[in-house]
């Protein structure tokens, strides 16, 4: 039998649509179970997989770009899209059904929401498999990201920062991205070339540009019991430290490798990737950087003094900032807020740090290191299974960049100049417009 849209939970409830989707659950273990979801869509646990695998990069003297091949062939594909949009909802439905037609050997992956989603919408059974109805995998993020050979994304460069957002602690599955109506710098395809690209991947004929990501450790001084419970936090294109809506300027002490370079009195001070640079970064003034520059950017946030200029700094640079006050009065006050890829985190008082390192690590020189609670086994046990670092992102071609820059910045556009016509229709004084 199936059940109409009655279904769910594995620990949460989804109130995402309407009617409620729920994941019909085990009651004696709290797993999700097979469930015939409607006449042609089945959900499946996605424990059921086996694990990842990663393909291997390989370099070439003659490009920019790395080729990503498969030794073995891809099993699970998670897809990821834009929430509550009738565009990336009927991509994704395409697209999914595009792979059970031409890949059956492929498992679908989703986020539980997506379910919510798209329930409705598969009218028909899949070619290849007339008698059955198509298959998809959900679960907990926590067991998606250890079964994902390959991550799709249906959106913008949000939804990409959100999907890798997930894997902050270990190795990122290639990204394959398809522009849906956003514009970003992250997405070199459109939908509409979603078979041919697909196709290349599969059969090891993509490349792939390499970026980098930030790993920011947060250490809190005055209290020992918040540390936070992550490890480390990535960011794929900035970390922020901002005074948010307080009316006082941000007081930051600022060391690069161990040596105090500068106290800022300014709204903020932003770290970015050659990836970020195009992003929080570029609005405060710092430079557009490419992707296959290793390097770290610094970029003060209106800063009081007009000599703190942007700084791009090496990729093996420790960067320590240091939450700082003029004075001791109302130091409870005192507090700046932190963002990580625009996502929000607890705010940190005076005295406390973050330190940020590429995620490859860095070369810790004298008065350099890390705070001792994060030299542990498990720090190291965990960096020891990720094989590549950063992230592998298929491309379309070695110009990417520099297209970007052009078409999505207009940049060093000059103005449009036109004739303006007088009530003869005469073109008179010339009057131009941006």
């Known amino acids: 039998m199936y059940y109409p849209l009655r279904l769910i939970t594995i620990r949460q409830h989804y109130f995402l649509s309407k009617p409620l989707v729920r994941f019909l659950s085990n009651k004696t273990n709290d797993e999700i179970v097979p469930t015939l979801l409607t006449q042609h869509l089945k959900v ?26 498969w030794s073995n062939p891809i099993r699970n594909v998670f897809i990821t899209k834009k929430p509550g949009t009738t565009t990336t ?27 919510s989603e798209i329930s409705n919408d598969f009218k028909t059974f899949p070619e290849q498999n007339p008698n059955h109805p198509h298959v998809l995998f959900t679960g907990e993020n926590e067991d998606i990201v250890t079964k994902t050979d390959l991550m799709v994304t249906l959106g913008g460069d949000g939804t990409i920062l959100h999907a890798v957002s997930m894997f902050h602690d270990m190795q990122v599955p290639p990204v394959l991205a398809f522009s849906l109506g956003t514009l970003g710098f992250l997405l070199p395809f459109d939908f509409s070339e979603h078979e041919v690209v697909f196709n290349q991947v599969m059969n090891s004929r993509a490349k792939c540009l390499h970026r980098t990501r930030l790993e920011c450790f947060i250490v809190r001084k005055n209290d020992p019991k918040k540390i936070s419970k992550l490890v480390s936090v990535h960011a794929m294109n900035d970390i922020f430290l901002h005074r ?49 520059v290793p390097s770290i950017l610094l970029t003060p946030i209106c800063p009081r003094s007009l000599s703190f200029r942007p700084l791009i700094l090496p990729h093996s640079s420790h960067v320590k900032i240091r939450i700082s006050t003029k004075s001791t009065y109302n130091l409870e006050n005192n507090k700046i807020n932190l963002s990580i890829d625009g996502r929000p985190y607890d705010s940190l008082d005076v005295g406390d740090e973050i330190h940020v390192i590429n995620e490859t690590g860095t070369i810790y020189l004298n008065g350099s290191e890390l705070p001792p609670e994060y030299n542990s086994p498990d720090l190291f046990k965990r960096k020891s299974k990720i094989k590549y670092s950063g992230i592998y992102c298929v491309a379309k071609t070695e110009n990417d960049w520099s297209l970007g820059i052009n078409e999505l910045l207009g940049f060093n556009s000059s103005f449009r100049f036109k004739p303006a016509k007088t009530k003869n229709d005469k073109p008179s004084n010339c009057s131009f417009e941006e």
């Open 44 to 69: 499946k646990p996605v424990t059921m997989l086996t694990a990842s695998r990663s393909p291997g990069y390989v370099a070439s003297p003659h490009s920019k770009l790395q080729s990503m091949i």
């Open 89 to 115: 909802r009927e991509a994704m439905v395409k697209f999914i059904t595009h792979l059970h037609d031409s890949y059956p050997e492929i498992n679908v992956i989703v986020q539980p929401p997506v379910i």
């Open 244 to 292: 948010g809506n307080a009316p006082y300027l941000a007081y930051l002490d600022v060391f690069i490798d161990g040596e105090y370079l500068t106290r800022t009195t300014a709204d903020g001070i932003a770290l970015a990737t050659p990836t970020g640079s195009t992003a929080y970064s570029l609005s405060a003034g710092g430079s557009i950087v490419s992707p296959l």
